[in-house]
């Protein structure tokens, strides 16, 4: 006797917590084969061929949730994730503006928005849309506090805890979106405001 969808994709999802995207990617295969349509494993899908760096076919799964439900938050922001990895930038912009249509707070948008027009040199425009002088501020410190205990011979997987521990607060769909949007700003920026984040990273890269 077959398996039903929601078993299968309850399966699906014990392989990803489990930390295997393959066996869970076999399963929702195995839905999609039986339903195409299924929207559920379509995200699920989508979401590990972009883990595993297959943006393209990461969309595709996208595309075939949107023409569903074109309004989507899950499969527009992974969608435009994808795309800005691909340095697709304008239609990276273009999927999360139409989630802030629908979501104006969604702070993942706002996030990945600013990541997007960081990376295509528009960074005062993405820093306008941030709008959020508390959270540079934050992010000034933790560059400043880090530059300061590493200089003590601090254990680099301190840094790496720290790290992660502030973009899990940050909103950002990944970790890499997320050191992808702050690097280009420090990299980018003349601003006095960033003069101490843009030293304590340089001197971080140089230990």
Same mark, same amino acid.
């Given at each position: 006797m077959e398996e039903s969808s929601n078993l299968l994709l309850q399966k699906g999802q014990k392989f990803l917590n489990l930390g295997n995207p393959k066996e869970a990617l076999e399963i929702y295969e195995i839905i999609l084969k039986n339903e195409p349509q299924n929207i559920e494993?379509?995200?699920? !899908?989508?979401?590990?061929l972009g883990m595993t760096g297959r943006y393209v076919q990461a969309i595709d799964s996208y595309n075939k949730v949107l023409s569903q439900e074109e309004s989507n938050l899950i499969a527009l922001l992974n969608k435009g994730l994808a795309h800005h990895y691909l340095k697709? @930038? %304008?239609?990276?912009?273009?999927? $999360? #503006?139409?989630?802030? !249509?629908? +979501?104006p707070q969604? &702070? &993942?948008?706002? @996030?990945? !928005?600013?990541s997007s027009l960081v990376k295509s040199n528009k960074i005062q425009e993405g820093l306008n849309i941030l709008g959020d002088s508390e959270m540079l501020e934050k992010f000034n410190d933790l560059w400043a506090e880090t530059w #300061?205990?590493?200089? +003590?011979? =601090?254990p680099y997987d301190w840094y790496i805890k720290s790290? %992660? =521990?502030?973009? !899990?607060?940050?909103r950002?769909? &990944?970790? $890499?979106?997320?050191? #992808? @949007?702050?690097q280009n700003i420090w +990299?980018?920026?003349?601003?006095?405001?960033? +003069?101490?984040?843009?030293?304590a990273m340089k001197?971080?890269?140089n230990l």
């Open positions: 494993a379509l995200i699920k !899908k989508g979401h590990i697709e @930038y %304008e239609i990276s912009i273009s999927c $999360n #503006d139409k989630v802030l !249509k629908i +979501k969604n &702070t &993942t948008a706002v @996030y990945n !928005k600013a #300061d205990i590493a200089g +003590k011979n =601090n790290w %992660e =521990n502030v973009w !899990k607060n940050s950002f769909v &990944t970790p $890499n979106a997320f050191s #992808d @949007y702050w +990299k980018n920026s003349s601003e006095e405001f960033f +003069k101490r984040s843009a030293e001197k971080m890269n």
